[in-house]
């Protein structure tokens, strides 16, 4: 694990016996379109000084519980097959501590390893997955671990009815055929509208991780992104859904495909800072709507 990184996500000053973790993988060897998501944990804590700990949406504060920012995984990019099990490895041997996982991407093929782990300590993990992308190809650039082919990975080692797939607009004909199949696929924005609803559908006993590619977005409002898609939704939109989901059991959540080079206004940094802030007080349980 690399502590170098000189600052951490907002008000997460714990130390590693707090319960949730928050770990930077700055991993983009997959990419398929515009590099860059690489840099995007440390540009996500830099643009967190900018927000205050305290969510009055939610009525809860960061500095209200314990969060350890662990920094940035030393993580090789000889081939996606070696990194993917670096990070199986050691989110193993996290979750094996009992800790909750708050994971800043990197691209969405880190999601893979992440959710292999988790299954094996929760079985009946519930998976929550916002995206533009189906990301349902068996591979794509020569490897099956590429950030394109993540879900087609998951749905290999959950159960296909612990899936719920939310905003996807972009996928090969075959992958919105597949995915039709599902139970629980809910895709365009009107997709968005039904995450609402997913606290009446999940029992809160039940594990829930929820993988958050920012590509959900609509890219007027989240340009900084290595595979933009049009016609997504607000941040206001998204945010409302969000926020419904603070009754769940949430183990966990990442969010992935920040690309800082892409928008050198910062506001997309700012953007998936804003919602880590969310997402954390939302999986720290204790948080009442204000």
């Known amino acids: 694990m690399n502590n170098s990184t000189p600052l951490k996500f907002l008000e997460a000053t714990g130390t590693p016996e707090a319960d949730s973790w928050l770990i930077g993988i700055p991993f983009d060897g997959t990419a398929s379109f515009k590099p860059g998501a690489r840099f995007a944990p440390d540009a996500i804590r830099h643009a ?15 500095s209200d519980f314990k969060i350890y920012d662990s920094g940035n995984m030393d993580i090789s990019f000889s081939s996606p097959e070696k990194t993917m099990d670096e990070i199986y490895n050691f989110y193993k041997e996290v979750l094996s501590r009992g800790k909750l996982v ?6 969405h093929s880190i999601t893979f390893p992440i959710v292999k782990a988790l299954v094996e ?3 009946e993990l519930k998976l929550i997955h916002l995206d533009a992308h189906a990301d349902m190809r068996e591979s794509y650039g020569g490897s099956k671990y590429s950030h394109a082919s993540v879900i087609k990975r998951i749905l290999e080692v959950i159960d296909v009815n612990n899936y ?7 996928g090969l004909r075959d992958s919105f055929n ?5 139970k629980n696929f809910y895709p365009f924005n009107d997709g968005i509208n039904r995450l609402k609803e997913i606290s009446a559908m999940i029992d809160n006993s039940i594990p829930v991780y929820i993988t958050f590619d920012l590509d959900v977005l609509d890219p007027s409002f989240i ?3 290595g595979a933009p898609e049009p016609a997504g939704v607000s941040t206001k939109e998204l945010l409302q859904a969000i926020l419904k989901l603070s009754k769940l059991n949430i183990v966990g959540f990442d969010i992935v495909e920040l690309c800082p080079p892409c928008d050198p206004s910062g506001i997309s940094e700012t953007t998936a800072a804003f919602f880590t802030r969310e997402l954390l007080l939302i999986m720290n349980e204790k948080t009442t709507q204000a």
Do not use: M
């Open 48 to 62: 967190s000084q900018g927000l205050e700990s305290y969510s009055p949406y939610l009525n809860a504060d960061l």
């Open 102 to 107: 708050c994971t800043l991407g990197g691209e």
């Open 121 to 123: 300590r929760y079985p």
């Open 164 to 170: 719920y797939g939310f905003g996807i607009r972009s």
């Open 178 to 182: 597949s995915l039709k199949k599902l």
């Open 223 to 225: 340009p900084g992104t």
